[in-house]
């Protein structure tokens, strides 16, 4: 079942914070964190794992709450370069990282 | 390393005809997956294979077949298109499994007419 992502869309100002978040009704061995900006391929930002373990990028952090079956990705300072869509993908027991819909970031100057 | 390759880029077809993506990755990696994806339904698993000789359904695998020709390439089969086909298609890999960073081809943009 697709995971849930929140918002869908969101603006913001250079310097701004933004959370992303990603609900899933299964339970989760990890959630996976991509963007991808327009017309391009998803890129990883990161993985996180359950029992706390966390790989990926330096300037973007993200937390797992293996209780709720829900992830936050922190994103601070926001840079131009940080606008693109941001996709979530959960693994569950049936071994498919299944992937919601995305939330579009933008970053205005 | 080019990293992972889809061949075309765009196509265009008309409905019942048929025509096969192609996908290669020079990683050594195991897995391979295709993806769809459309306008507010993010990326959605068709097939994966997690080793040479090996595929499996994924969310939406109905009106599409796969071939794990070797440890390089995974190719997607549209045996005969559907407008609801019409999509952007990537191709990714990963070293071993779902547990694994994927790594994403650039997209064909396909149209069914």
């Known amino acids: 079942q697709q995971p849930v992502q929140s918002p869908q869309a969101v603006i913001l100002r250079e310097g701004e914070d933004a959370v992303i978040n990603c609900s899933s009704s299964?339970?989760?061995?990890?959630v996976h964190w991509y963007r991808q900006k327009h017309g391009e391929a998803p890129v990883f930002l990161m993985i996180?794992?359950?029992?706390?373990e966390q790989k990926g990028h330096e300037k973007i952090s993200a937390s797992f709450n293996e209780k709720k079956q829900q992830s936050s990705l922190y994103l601070t300072a926001s840079q131009l370069s940080y606008s693109g869509t941001y996709f979530c993908?959960?693994?569950?027991?049936?071994?498919?990282?299944?992937f919601g819909q995305g939330t579009t970031l933008q970053v205005k100057p | 390393n080019a990293g992972v390759t889809q061949t075309p880029k765009f196509q265009v077809l008309k409905t019942g005809q048929s025509m096969t993506l192609q996908c290669a990755q020079d990683?050594?990696?195991?897995?391979m997956y295709w993806y769809r994806q459309d306008p507010g339904m993010g990326l959605r698993l068709i097939y994966y294979?997690?080793?040479?000789?090996?595929?499996d359904k994924g969310e939406v695998p109905n009106g599409y077949n796969v071939s794990r020709l070797n440890k390089r390439e995974f190719s997607l089969r549209l045996e005969s298109a559907a407008p609801s086909q019409t999509s952007v298609y990537f191709c990714?890999?990963?070293?071993?499994?779902?547990?694994?960073?994927?790594?994403f081809g650039p997209g064909t943009r396909l149209t069914v007419l």
């Open positions: 990714a890999s990963s070293k071993w499994d779902s547990t694994d960073t994927q790594y």
């Open positions: 299964k339970a989760l061995y990890s």
């Open positions: 996180l794992l359950k029992g706390g």
């Open positions: 993908g959960t693994l569950g027991n049936t071994g498919k990282l299944i």
């Open positions: 990683m050594n990696h195991n897995s």
């Open positions: 294979s997690a080793s040479e000789g090996t595929t």
